[in-house]
Each structure stands twice: as structure tokens, then as C-alpha cells.
């Protein structure tokens, strides 16, 4: 069974920058493909960024890129977001998600940004 457990969230400016943290159980950590969604309220979840730990390829939807970074260490099984420049419409319940055979999903961590 593959458990995920996101931090990191909280209050932050507009402008400012913040970091989550994921960190992912699982014995076979380098077989997931990772991303980070969220989901804003009254919104549907949507995926912000992806991660692949088979070539270490990334992906970022259009509204993050630039300012999004995602990232992995393997040795300590944890997937990060670094987001800068950040907006108040980036106001959500942010969510680590891992594929393999199936989706897993940590609890989710509130970021807000007031403007």
C-alpha cells in the first residue's frame, strides 16, 4: 500500500513563496509517476505539475509554469513543490499524487495567498 503525506502549506502573500512537501511510503518508490493537483474551492482538482522517476522527466500545466518547480529525492522517498510568484488564485487544497497501477492520494495541504 502506497501512503502519502503532504506539508507545508499555510498563509503566504502574493508574491511570495512557499514550499510542500510530500512524503511517499512504498517499496518501490522509483516505479511511481508522481504530480502535485489541487483544488480550489467549488472547482474541480486539477493537475499542476508531473514528475517521471524513470527519466526524471517534468511537466507543468501553463498556469504554474515558470513559477512552479517539482522535484524528488529518491533516497528520502519525498516529492517537493517549490512555488514562487505566488497568486491568490493559486488559493486551493494542494494534493501529492502517485501512479502505480493505481492513483494514491495524500490528505491534501491548504496553501492560501492573500493578495
Known amino acids: 500500500e502506497v501512503q502519502l503525506v503532504e506539508s507545508g502549506g499555510g498563509l503566504v502573500q502574493a508574491g511570495g513563496s512557499r514550499r510542500l512537501s510530500c512524503v511517499v511510503s512504498?517499496?518501490?518508490?522509483?516505479?511511481?509517476?508522481i504530480a502535485w493537483f489541487r483544488q480550489a474551492p467549488g472547482k474541480e482538482r486539477e493537475r499542476i505539475s508531473c514528475?517521471?522517476?524513470?527519466?526524471?522527466?517534468?511537466y507543468y500545466e501553463d498556469f504554474v509554469k515558470g513559477r512552479f518547480i517539482i522535484s524528488s529525492d529518491n533516497a528520502k522517498k519525498m516529492v517537493y513543490l517549490e512555488m514562487n510568484s505566488l497568486k491568490p488564485e493559486d488559493t486551493a487544497v494542494y494534493y501529492c499524487?502517485?501512479?502505480?497501477?493505481?492513483?494514491?492520494w495524500g490528505q491534501g495541504t491548504q496553501v492560501t495567498v492573500s493578495s
Open positions: 499524487n502517485a501512479y502505480y497501477y493505481r492513483n494514491y
Open positions: 512504498g517499496d518501490t518508490f522509483a516505479d511511481y509517476a
Open positions: 514528475f517521471s522517476n524513470y527519466d526524471g522527466s517534468t
